[in-house]
């Protein structure tokens, strides 16, 4: 492997500041964007493909051309070729405020982070393993992996402000200036473009699809790849009252009972799946709006199914008013065993001290049984095979955007009031308005926190365009590529999906 380096001298921009003493403006430096470049080799469907790597800060601007943020990307490059039709796909996960980390270690990039694909293991301490990704895309597509303003290496420089990115339209904005960026530099204005998001990733898939469709420089889209999809929220968010959450996740509820042997034992997953679904909408919804209005017969009879395909007790159901929350759910199902399962991915357990609780005390298992891996491996691999050197920690997450994201889509002097978040409006829109756009939705059967059944209540709806919708579903959980099998077969379904095969 041939390794090159390039090194950008400082230069410095000036941009007005205040000490506290004077209050006069101050000088302080922008430092030049870093870069770093190598070459690799790999074999990608059954082909030897030459790419280079190149780990990069993008400068943002404003309109006036001050810089107010870097965004960095790896990119990885097919070599041999200058066809400037070559299909590129922009890659970035969710949160909002995770880096690309897992669908970098998990499923797109040259090598992938392993952890315990039956998920009965934590992930431990170091050294992790790491693998050659036997199932990537190189040969079919380049590859940019995103991080947004405030996660990995990207941060706010100069006159920027994190108000200005951390937002549902801001930091969809400021995506979309990357791309255009990154298209310009690269020459790739008329070659096909693919976006692959992950859970609020989905979310911003969608908002970037519509970004980059306007601001005078309209760049219209092959495919959205939405994984685990979160475009609708009212169909994600578990909570009282909330009548819609309770019919989109009971799916997964039986999905999950089915895989700790608590429900549907003697019938497939999908056999048991089905049958959830049909209850779900032909009686569970309507005895939920029914409410206390139901007779002591038609009650019993729904706390019978209930038990049926959660696995959990008549008395309990009948405690929850017929309302199961998800983190009860995940609390309750293996109680007996001393165990909760978890959220992101219902295969995974934890055991918790707290055995009395009505939630999970200690987290969610499917995150910390498998988050050191990830974020020691992507560290180990910038360092070790990119020769990435940054002055700062790479931050796979950053909490503080939490309490700072802004999630009003509309200008400040509109009316508005706290909602759901829904984008799924403007996909429908978007499909309408370029025939060329095709949508992959991926979903985990065991996924607790995006269900399958809400991707499919949202796409039946918001105008999308049905037969440009292909759906695929695995029995892992939100990202479902932790598991063997449904990583092959995900690799598989997007392969098909990009080449129409």
């Known amino acids: 492997m041939k390794i090159h380096f390039l090194f950008v001298l400082f230069f410095v921009i000036p941009f007005f500041g205040l000490t506290q003493d004077d209050k006069k403006p101050v000088l302080k430096p922008i430092p030049a964007p870093k ?21 990069n800060e993008t400068y943002l601007k404003n309109q006036q051309g001050d810089t107010t943020a870097s965004i960095w990307s790896v990119t990885y490059k097919a070599e041999g070729t200058e066809n400037v039709n070559r299909p590129v796909m922009f890659v970035f996960n ?48 380049d590859i940019v992996f995103i991080d947004p303003v405030g996660t990995g290496y990207s941060q706010v420089l100069g006159k920027g402000k994190v108000e200005e990115f951390w937002g549902l339209n801001e930091d969809a904005a400021s995506i979309a200036q990357f791309i255009r960026t990154w298209v310009t530099k690269n020459k790739r204005w008329n070659a096909p473009k693919y976006i692959a998001g992950e859970s609020f990733g989905t979310t911003r898939a969608v908002a970037v699809t519509e970004q980059l469709e306007g601001d005078g420089q309209e760049m219209a889209i092959n495919g959205l790849i939405l994984i685990s999809q979160a475009l609708d929220y009212q169909g994600s968010t578990s909570e009282h009252d909330n009548i819609v959450s309770f019919i989109t996740y009971f799916p997964s509820m039986a999905a999950t009972a089915w895989y700790h042997k608590k429900a549907g034992q003697g019938k497939t997953l999908e056999a048991f799946v089905e049958e959830a679904r049909k209850f779900a909408l032909d009686e569970y919804v309507s005895v939920l709006y029914k409410g206390a209005r139901i007779s002591d017969s038609q009650r019993k009879n729904i706390i019978n199914k209930l038990t049926y395909f959660t696995g959990l007790s008549a008395s309990y159901i009948e405690l929850s008013d017929l309302n199961i929350l998800i983190p009860r759910f995940r609390k309750e199902l293996l109680r007996d065993q001393g165990k909760t399962i978890g959220q992101l991915d219902g295969r995974f357990m934890g055991f918790e001290s707290d055995q009395i609780d009505d939630k999970p005390t200690l987290g969610d298992p499917s995150s910390y049984n498998i988050s050191g891996a990830y974020t020691a491996s992507l560290n180990h691999y910038l360092a070790a095979t990119l020769n990435v050197e940054m002055d700062r920690p790479y931050k796979t997450s950053n909490h503080e955007i939490d309490n700072k994201w802004r999630w009003r889509d509309v200008p400040d002097q509109t009316y508005w009031e706290p909602k759901y978040v829904n984008v799924a409006r403007k996909l429908g829109n978007s499909m309408r308005a370029n025939k060329d756009l095709k949508v992959m939705v991926a979903s985990g059967y065991y996924d607790l926190i995006c269900p399958f059944f809400d991707a499919e209540y949202t796409f039946a709806r918001n105008g999308i365009v049905q037969d440009r919708v292909t759906y695929t579903y695995y029995e892992g959980g939100h990202m479902m590529y932790v598991h063997d099998p449904s990583l092959q077969k995900i690799a598989q379904d997007i392969r098909s999906f990009l080449t129409g095969k």
Request: net charge negative.
């Open 35 to 55: 870069e770093f470049i190598s070459s690799h080799t790999g074999t990608y469907g059954g082909k030897t493909i030459k790419y280079r790597a190149i780990a």
């Open 94 to 141: 969710g949160g909002p405020g995770s880096a690309s980390v897992w669908l970098h270690m998990g499923l797109f990039g040259p090598q992938l982070t392993k952890v315990h694909s039956d998920a009965i293991e934590d992930d431990g301490a170091a050294p992790y393993p790491l693998v050659n990704n036997n199932f990537g895309l190189l040969d079919l597509t």
